[in-house]
Structures are given as C-alpha cells and as structure tokens.
C-alpha cells in the first residue's frame, strides 16, 4: 500500500544514518518517487545512493535546511542526540512546522527529551523504532511503533508505509517516548522467549534427546513462536550470521532496564537475559547474531566465532 505519488514529490526527506538498516530503508523512500537528501559517517552508501538519485549533504544541519522531514536510523541514544541537537545538528537547520522521525532504538527518556526541544523550535518530532532486523529493512516489510501527536503521525503514514508492512505501522500513543518504549517492551518480550527456547533445547541435548525434533514437536504446540521457529533452528545448526548483531542487543536491553528504573518496573527476566548477552559480547560474539545467546547455555561457549 503506497501514497499518491503526487503527494509524495511534494515532501523532501533527508535520511541520516545509512547503516545495515538505514540504507535500503532510504533506498526504499528514493524508489517511492521521494526527493531524498542523505548524510551518513560512511561515504559508500552515500555515493551508492547519489548515484540512484539522492542529494549528498555534509552536515545534519544541512539535511535539515534541504528537508521537510528528516529522518535518523543511528545506533544508540548519544548519537541521536548529538544529530538531531548538537553543533550543526538538524535542529539548527529545520523550518518551522518541519518534522522529524528518529527510527533508532533509543532511551524513551531522551526521546521524550528531543521530541521538547523540537516542539520549542516549533517542530513535530516521532519516535518510530522499529522490528525486523535487516531482511525487514530489506523487504520493506518492518513493523513500526510511533510515539507522537496523531497528526504527526497521518503526515508521516505514508512514508512508514515505504518502509514497513501497512498492518504493522502501529500508533501507540500521543505521549513522546512511547513508541521507544513499546521497543523495549518488544525486546524484553523477544530476551525471555531467547532464553526460554535455548534452555529447552539445552535441556534436550544434555539428556541425549535429538533437540531438532524436540523443537519440531514444539512448533506444533502452544510453546510455537517466531523466537523458537527462527532462532531456534539458529541455535540448533549454529549458524549465527547476523540479522541482528549481540552488541545492538545488548544496548537495546540496557535501555530497557534503564526504563525499568526510570519507570519502577520489576525487571528481573531482563536482568538475567542482559547478564547472558554481556557473557556473549565478552566471549567474542558481539558481531554475531544476537540468538547465539542460546551457546551461553549449552557450553559452546568455546566455539564462539568459528
């Protein structure tokens, strides 16, 4: 489901951060007829996507002067904020009535923070993360959680729509910060479905089960999840090429547990799945998919990597 292409002409988008995730989600805005301005720390996804068609600009600064709406696809909190709001960040740049959409995993605190400050500008701000890892990205197919004023959100539905599956762009509340916060609900819930599945199938292999059918009769069952359907078949073959790389999730749960606090949240599960992701990153495997946790159970930790 797409927009009017004559609506969309008239909306300039600069897109920074063409990381993993960000540069087929802009590749994605460009082939939709949008007018794209681009700014990222690497300069080949910038020349690759001048070449189809983009506009390259130096600064976030000025991305912001040459948009409508900017959008931001960066690794953690700190790089957000300096982006959008330090020295020649995209605030110093942004008309009035501009918008900006930060589809990072950040802190719900510093969303709510930044969405203020832009209000105070005279701009609109959503916090819109998103789930899917990089084939979601890829396929356009990526489910997003958006925090901000309603209206801000139908102006932005068409472009979310670019990006994601029509049925998985959800609105979850006016308040600032509430789409990161729905992230991190979304992470917490996938961390104590990782651990329960790589604690089944480790179970299994130290009994002398064969793991793989244990798992195939599960799927069968009310235990059937995406968690256990993918990343258990990851677990079982070892095949941890990243989707979704350890190191990002390891940010993504200290956030999490820094909501718990901010918030007065109980957050125990998280505590122990945040303690089985920090002995992964510390045992090599923060660039591998982050369901090799699964190894941190099943005494491979030794095989990390190879």
């Known amino acids: ?7 969309k002409f008239e909306t300039r988008i600069g897109f920074i951060g063409l990381g993993v995730m960000g ?18 720390r690497s300069r080949g996804p910038v020349a690759a996507l001048v070449a189809a068609g983009a506009v390259a600009a130096e600064s976030p600064m000025e991305v912001a002067r040459q948009s409508d709406v900017v959008i931001t696809m960066l690794p953690d909190t ?17 008309t009035k009535g501009g918008l900006v959409i930060d589809m990072s995993s950040i802190s719900p605190v510093a969303a709510r923070a930044l969405a203020a400050r832009f209000a105070d500008a005279g701009c609109r701000m959503l916090d819109a993360p998103v789930s899917g890892g990089e084939i979601g990205a890829i396929n356009a197919s990526l489910s997003i959680m958006v925090g901000g004023s309603a209206e801000a959100f139908d102006r932005a539905r068409p ?19 509430s789409g990161q ?38 799927l069968g069952g009310f235990a059937s999840s995406r968690v256990l359907e993918v990343h258990g078949e990851r677990i079982l ?70």
């Open 237 to 306: 073959t070892g095949q941890f090429a990243p989707g979704f790389r350890t190191r990002l999730y390891q940010k993504d749960l200290r956030i999490a547990l820094e909501a718990g606090v901010a918030y007065g949240a109980a957050m125990p599960t998280a505590t122990l799945v945040a303690a089985l992701v920090d002995a992964l990153v510390e045992s090599g495997g923060a660039d591998l998919d982050y369901s090799a946790v699964g190894t941190m159970l099943d005494g491979a930790v030794g095989k990390l990597g190879h």
């Open 23 to 40: 540069r087929p989600m802009a590749s994605h805005l460009l082939a939709n007829g949008y007018p794209l301005v681009v700014h990222s």
């Open 159 to 177: 472009i979310f729509e670019c990006l994601g599956h029509p049925d998985r762009i959800v609105h979850i509340g006016a308040e600032p910060g």
């Open 181 to 218: 916060l729905c992230k991190v609900c979304n992470q917490v819930a996938i961390g104590g479905a990782l651990a329960g599945v790589s604690e089944a199938l480790a179970l299994a292999r130290r009994a002398g089960v064969d793991a793989a059918r244990v798992r195939q009769a599960l």
């Open 1 to 7: 489901m797409t927009a009017d292409p004559s609506a």
């Open 78 to 94: 700190p790089d957000v904020e300096m982006v959008l709001t330090g020295p020649d960040g995209v605030i110093g740049g942004l």
